[in-house]
């Protein structure tokens, strides 16, 4: 008998594994280097920024009789230039994705088992795209929640074990870039990719209309998970923070703490994969139009082969992706919610989107993705 849980429980599983995923390892090392004061602010304008994003994203994707991703919905409302746009941003965004999430993955399971962390990793995005072949997105839903919900009790007893071994006096206060964790946050708390796959599972339960209280519950929560977990580490780590966390915490807590912490910890990037493979894969099939078993191909491996030709620094990838390709993401949304406002087309409506809102959101964007190219690519 196949496990199987209710529609709602489904859609917090494969939203909640994708937002709860990387990013909670890699923000410890991004706060060092920001600092605790500047990443306050900084998780905090993320938050505005990515809720507001997915908050207008469900509004289109809920108001839109035809399914699509982000790709098709650009095309239908923006036209064929904004519509190829954000297919080779979409692409780009989760191969980057899959691709941290593979990387991180073979560095727990070398914490755990010993070993080089590449080894592992291959072995990490075969074992995904064998699992991608044959499933769908109710049993990833389904698989996704008890996964995440041994994360988010794995994440809390490191951060209870941290708090207890560390002292206040080892929080980075002040740092060298007080922007570096925007990225990061941005990354750690965004989700829009998953939420056209929780729409189609609210549908087929009908319970469409929890759609707008999902993506609160499951965008805000985590900041909060978030900052207790970096102020615990920090706490015991200092300015020593290591890139996938474990490592620098090995030495505070000890091995088989840490080992146990790695293990689930590679549990939660494989769900992640899961759940954003499965999104990526319909990008290919309902907006690029490509057949079922290349579309699981690409979204399956190609990750993998860039793994195996391209060294990759995974921290700076993460910024990267958080304020160049999120970006676009969601200046793109900006644009469609706006269009379908003004022709009258959004019968239900998930945010105010008035005027204040619009003049917050789509600077901050822009500055994101400058920031990112000034001091990130050049």
Same mark, same amino acid.
């Given at each position: 008998?196949?496990?199987?849980?209710?529609?709602?429980?489904?859609?917090?599983?494969?939203? @909640?594994?994708?937002?709860?995923?990387?990013?909670?390892?890699?923000?410890?090392?991004?706060?060092?280097?920001?600092?605790?004061?500047?990443?306050?602010?900084?998780?905090?304008?993320?938050?505005?920024?990515?809720?507001?994003?997915?908050l207008?994203?469900?509004?289109?994707?809920?108001?839109?009789?035809?399914?699509?991703?982000?790709?098709?919905?650009?095309?239908?409302?923006?036209?064929?230039?904004?519509?190829?746009?954000?297919? /080779?941003?979409?692409?780009?965004?989760?191969?980057?994705?899959?691709?941290?999430?593979?990387?991180?993955?073979? %560095?727990?399971?070398?914490?755990?088992?010993?070993?080089?962390?590449? /080894?592992?990793?291959?072995?990490?995005?075969?074992?995904?795209?064998?699992?991608?072949?044959?499933?769908?997105?109710?049993?990833?839903?389904?698989?996704?929640?008890?996964?995440?919900?041994?994360?988010?009790?794995?994440?809390?007893?490191? /951060?209870?074990?941290?708090? %207890?071994?560390?002292?206040?006096?080892?929080?980075?206060?002040? @740092?060298?870039?007080?922007?570096?964790?925007?990225?990061?946050?941005?990354?750690?708390?965004?989700?829009?990719?998953?939420?056209?796959?929780?729409?189609?599972?609210?549908?087929?339960?009908?319970?469409?209309?929890?759609?707008k209280?999902?993506?609160i519950?499951?965008?805000?929560?985590?900041?909060?998970l978030?900052?207790?977990?970096? =102020?615990?580490?920090l706490?015991?780590?200092?300015?020593?923070?290591?890139?996938?966390?474990?490592?620098?915490?090995?030495?505070?807590?000890?091995?088989? =703490?840490?080992?146990?912490?790695? *293990?689930?910890?590679?549990?939660?990037?494989?769900?992640?994969?899961?759940?954003?493979?499965?999104?990526?894969?319909?990008?290919?099939?309902?907006?690029? /139009?490509?057949?079922?078993?290349?579309?699981?191909?690409?979204?399956?491996?190609?990750?993998?082969?860039?793994?195996?030709?391209?060294?990759?620094?995974? =921290? %700076?990838?993460?910024?990267?992706? @958080?304020?160049?390709?999120?970006?676009?993401?969601?200046?793109?949304?900006? *644009?469609?919610l706006r269009?379908?406002?003004?022709?009258?087309?959004?019968?239900?409506?998930?945010?105010?989107?008035?005027?204040?809102?619009?003049?917050?959101?789509?600077?901050?964007?822009?500055?994101?993705? =400058?920031?990112?190219?000034?001091?990130?690519?050049?």
């Amino acid at each position: 008998m196949i496990f199987r849980i209710s529609p709602f429980w489904e859609a917090i599983g494969i939203t @909640g594994s994708v937002i709860i995923g990387s990013g909670i390892f890699i923000l410890p090392y991004a706060v060092s280097i920001s600092g605790l004061w500047a990443a306050l602010g900084m998780g905090a304008l993320a938050l505005f920024l990515v809720l507001s994003i997915h908050l207008a994203y469900g509004e289109i994707v809920s108001n839109t009789e035809e399914r699509h991703r982000l790709p098709g919905y650009a095309r239908l409302y923006l036209g064929k230039f904004a519509g190829n746009l954000s297919k /080779a941003t979409e692409l780009l965004l989760f191969n980057a994705v899959l691709l941290t999430y593979g990387i991180l993955g073979g %560095k727990f399971l070398s914490v755990v088992f010993g070993g080089n962390s590449t /080894a592992w990793s291959l072995l990490f995005f075969a074992a995904a795209a064998l699992v991608l072949l044959y499933s769908h997105v109710e049993r990833i839903g389904s698989i996704n929640f008890l996964i995440m919900s041994v994360v988010i009790l794995m994440e809390l007893a490191i /951060a209870f074990l941290s708090f %207890k071994a560390g002292s206040f006096s080892n929080l980075p206060l002040s @740092g060298r870039d007080p922007f570096f964790s925007f990225g990061v946050f941005v990354f750690a708390l965004a989700g829009l990719s998953i939420i056209a796959d929780a729409r189609e599972i609210f549908r087929r339960g009908n319970i469409e209309h929890k759609l707008k209280s999902v993506i609160i519950l499951i965008t805000s929560l985590p900041l909060l998970l978030y900052f207790i977990f970096i =102020v615990s580490v920090l706490m015991a780590t200092g300015m020593d923070a290591t890139k996938d966390v474990f490592s620098g915490l090995a030495k505070v807590l000890g091995s088989r =703490v840490i080992m146990a912490g790695a *293990f689930i910890g590679a549990f939660s990037m494989f769900s992640s994969f899961l759940a954003l493979g499965y999104d990526l894969k319909k990008i290919y099939e309902l907006d690029i /139009a490509l057949p079922k078993l290349m579309s699981w191909a690409l979204a399956a491996l190609l990750p993998a082969a860039v793994f195996i030709l391209i060294r990759i620094d995974f =921290v %700076k990838l993460v910024s990267i992706v @958080g304020g160049i390709f999120i970006a676009i993401d969601g200046i793109l949304v900006f *644009f469609i919610l706006r269009k379908m406002r003004a022709q009258g087309l959004s019968r239900v409506k998930f945010l105010p989107f008035g005027f204040l809102q619009r003049a917050l959101l789509l600077p901050i964007l822009v500055l994101s993705i =400058v920031y990112e190219i000034i001091y990130q690519i050049f």
